[in-house]
């Protein structure tokens, strides 16, 4: 089985900045594309930005400027930096990854999701 892990969410003030990471544990034979959604409360998940196996980032217009993700493939990890953060940042952040690897034996490509870190903005 193949798990994303996320950490380094929390309640940071208005101007802040705090950084997210996501683990890819498991029988993994490669990581595509990576990335960050995020859902605030009554709202539809919506992707904040993502990268693919090559390099290329792609972010919401929302973000653009202030968050900015990379991705380590040694580590099999992805980090979303967020800088200038408002109150309307506030949600919980999804780690998704297009992952070819193994489940229950069988090699497949399937999109991954991590359980999701709240990240509160006061203002």
């Known amino acids: 089985q193949v798990r994303l892990v996320e950490s380094g969410g929390g309640l940071v003030q208005a101007g802040g900045s705090l950084r997210l990471s996501c683990a890819a544990s498991g029988s993994i034979f490669s990581l595509n594309a990576m990335g960050w959604y995020r859902q605030a409360p009554g709202k539809q998940r919506e992707l904040v930005a993502d990268?693919?196996?090559?390099?290329?980032?792609n972010y919401a217009d929302s973000v653009k400027g202030r968050f900015t993700i990379s991705r380590d493939s040694s580590k099999k990890t992805v980090y979303l930096q967020m800088n200038g953060l408002k109150p309307e940042d506030t949600a919980v952040y999804y780690c998704n990854a297009d992952v070819l690897g193994l489940w229950d034996g069988i090699p497949r490509r399937n999109q991954c999701w991590g359980q999701g870190t709240q990240v509160t903005v006061s203002s």
């Open positions: 990268t693919t196996s090559g390099g290329s980032t």
